[in-house]
């Protein structure tokens, strides 16, 4: 073949090799729906955060927000950009309460919600969740000075709950059972119910034991608070995604199970829970339940 020719042949097998890739990112790029095709056309994962409920989701002193759940969602969006094949993928962050949350993800305002969420079979009429991120359970935070410590003592007593969250409905639910008499104050979010039992309008604070220990870590006084005996629920927690968009939520699963796979996982649960010692035994456990394989 003379070099005249073989360069035709080189022209035209180059030619065909550029229409194949152009043709095979056409198909990908169809392929892509619901929420990846968002990201990647966007350039942006939209993350929701809460701004007051430490350790897993609220505003650093730098006021960007920081906690465990935010960590997985920082691995979540590394496997996302390189599952896409994105050289650079920016994070918009969108705060949420624990009335809008449900709302933001069901409506596209966010992505992806990472914060204390429990996933209940209630909730995933609207939305659907990622592998459980956390294994807590309601309690109740006291100050010391109330000596509020178990049942017996709650006849009577004001005890402020969030709204519009499990807590709420497990809270009531649990002292109807216990034949337990006691003022239910509704408040907007952690940061107000800690600001109720600091100020005395309530005497007790009902939320997730892992939430109440970071709220009494985080007041002026941390010695000035307790957590009563009193369990009455069981929480566990995972990450928001819209409903029926099974490529994304594949994405999220991959990237928690191979965190689990990993030590990665024992290092970020150090950096948030340390202080109070190692993962619980129903936490190690759901940690390895969850380390799927590939």
Same mark, same amino acid.
């Given at each position: ?9 080189? =022209?035209? *097998? ?7 890739? &152009?043709? #095979?990112? %056409? ?33 650093g002193p730098d006021k960007r927000p920081v906690g465990y759940s935010i960590d997985l969602c920082l691995q979540v969006a590394a496997a996302v950009q390189k599952s896409l094949g994105m050289a650079d993928l920016k994070l918009s962050w969108v705060a949420v309460t624990p009335e809008s ?47 509020? =410590?178990? *049942? ?7 005890? &402020?709950? #969030?709204? %519009? ?123 390895? *339940? ?5």
């Amino acid at each position: 073949m003379t070099s005249r020719a073989w360069a035709m042949v080189s =022209r035209v *097998l180059l030619g065909v090799l550029v229409a194949a890739l &152009a043709q #095979a990112a %056409a198909v990908d790029a169809q392929e892509l729906q619901g929420t990846l095709k968002k990201i990647k056309t966007s350039g942006t994962l939209t993350i929701g955060y809460r701004e007051a409920s430490p350790p897993f989701s609220f505003l650093g002193p730098d006021k960007r927000p920081v906690g465990y759940s935010i960590d997985l969602c920082l691995q979540v969006a590394a496997a996302v950009q390189k599952s896409l094949g994105m050289a650079d993928l920016k994070l918009s962050w969108v705060a949420v309460t624990p009335e809008s949350r449900i709302a933001a993800v069901a409506q596209g305002n966010v992505d992806i919600e990472c914060g204390s969420t429990t996933a209940s079979l209630s909730r995933q009429e609207q939305v659907d969740f990622s592998l459980p991120t956390f294994v807590d359970g309601g309690g109740l935070l006291v100050t010391k000075e109330s000596n509020l =410590r178990g *049942l017996g003592d709650l006849g009577g007593k004001r005890i &402020a709950v #969030a709204s %519009a969250t499990t807590t709420e409905q497990s809270l009531v639910e649990f002292l109807k059972a216990e034949f337990i008499t006691a003022q239910i104050l509704k408040v907007k979010d952690h940061a107000d119910g800690l600001a109720a039992l600091q100020n005395g309008t309530a005497d007790a604070y009902a939320s997730d034991r892992g939430i109440l220990v970071g709220l009494a870590l985080s007041a002026p006084d941390p010695k000035r608070f307790g957590l009563s005996t009193v369990a009455f629920s069981y929480e566990p927690y995972a990450l928001m995604v819209r409903r029926n968009d099974a490529a994304f939520r594949l994405v999220v699963n991959r990237a928690l199970a191979e965190l689990y796979r990993s030590t990665r996982v024992v290092n970020i649960f150090d950096r948030w829970f340390g202080a109070f010692g190692k993962p619980s035994t129903a936490l190690a456990a759901m940690y390895q *339940l969850n380390a799927l394989p590939e």
